[in-house]
């Protein structure tokens, strides 16, 4: 038991004694604290910015579907449709704030 | 000054000065520690991570009860958030750039080339071995073996006691054995139907 540990921990010491240890760059606090000047000082904090993206998907969802009740003829492939769509939705906000950040419009 | 006065004192004013001091204070060991999770070759990343950590700190410090020492959450922290960071990122020793794999496999004075090959790909083995441990060994080994922490430390920064800190160690050094022996089972099986073809 003692021999085997003993080789394991040869191992693991000729593997990864070779890999350099890592150092942190000089002036690590200057820029932690940098960083939290700048988001003290960001306008919009993230949970605004959250609030204001739910907001304005869910109002774009209600004009939609209102122009959709006016627009088209309640019949049942009307009502197929809704219940197909309605679990789109939900996801859809993930994806659209996707699009926001992969655009990096918000 | 004890950290829980510099705690304190920041809550109080809300002077970033003694934030500070408690980023400068603890820099090294929560990058050292992030470092340990996220493996070899991640520092940009692992100073990312620690920048985040901090940015984090700033924001729940209030939380911080005191029911723990100061330190033992705050490393208690960092290590949630690293693992978070390599899990969401997905870090494999396969997606090594190509310097990183040298690095990882460079030898010393070895003049026969065969050994030297053989060495290379025994490093890239255990490595990638490694890899396949669970978290919290695979961050033990990496404490331990490659930052060469002591087990006292370790035991501190883990938030665990020193002889938990030397099993799960043995266990680590178990589970990595077991590892290596399937991938050696599995390359000679392979090695023998290649032969039979």
Not at chain 1, 20 to 48: D, H, N, Q, T, Y
Not at chain 1, 59 to 78: D, H, K, P, R
Not at chain 1, 86 to 91: E, I, N, R, V
Not at chain 2, 149 to 174: C, D, H, I, W
Request: aromatic share 12%; charged share 30%; proline share 3%.
């Amino acid at each position: 038991m003692k021999e085997e540990r003993d080789n394991i921990e040869v191992i693991l010491k000729n593997t990864l004694s070779t890999i350099p240890a890592p150092e942190l760059k000089a002036g690590f606090v200057e820029r932690v604290m940098e960083r939290i000047r700048k988001e003290e000082k960001a306008p919009v904090s993230s949970k605004w910015r959250v609030l204001i993206q739910v907001t304005v998907y869910w109002v774009a969802v209600l004009i939609l579907s209102l122009c959709l009740l006016f627009g088209i003829e309640m019949n049942e492939l009307y009502l197929i449709i809704v219940f197909l769509i309605t679990p789109c939705l939900f996801l859809g906000y993930g994806f659209f704030s996707r699009v926001l950040k992969f655009r990096r419009l918000f | 000054m004890e950290d829980e006065k510099i705690v304190a004192w920041f809550l109080d004013t809300g002077d970033q000065a003694a934030f500070a001091l408690l980023v400068e204070r603890y820099q090294d060991k929560v990058f050292r520690l992030a470092c340990s999770v996220l493996g070899p070759f991640s520092e940009v990343n692992a100073e990312d991570v620690c920048q985040e950590i901090f940015i984090k700190l700033y924001k729940k410090m209030r939380l911080f009860s005191g029911k723990s020492s100061f330190r033992t959450w705050l490393y208690r922290l960092a290590y949630n958030m690293a693992l978070d960071w390599r899990r969401r990122n997905k870090v494999r020793i396969s997606e090594m750039s190509a310097a990183d794999r040298e690095a990882l496999i460079s030898e010393g004075n070895v003049d026969d080339p065969l050994e030297s090959l053989l060495n290379r790909e025994n490093k890239l083995f255990v490595a990638r071995a490694l890899e396949k441990l669970p978290e919290l060994y695979r961050t033990m080994v990496y404490l331990h073996y490659w930052l060469e922490t002591p087990v006292e430390e370790m035991a501190e920064e883990l938030n665990l006691p020193e002889g938990t800190v030397k099993s799960y160690l043995f266990r680590a050094r178990q589970y990595l054995r077991k590892i290596m022996e399937l991938e050696l089972a599995g390359v000679q099986r392979m090695a023998g139907e290649g032969e039979r073809r």
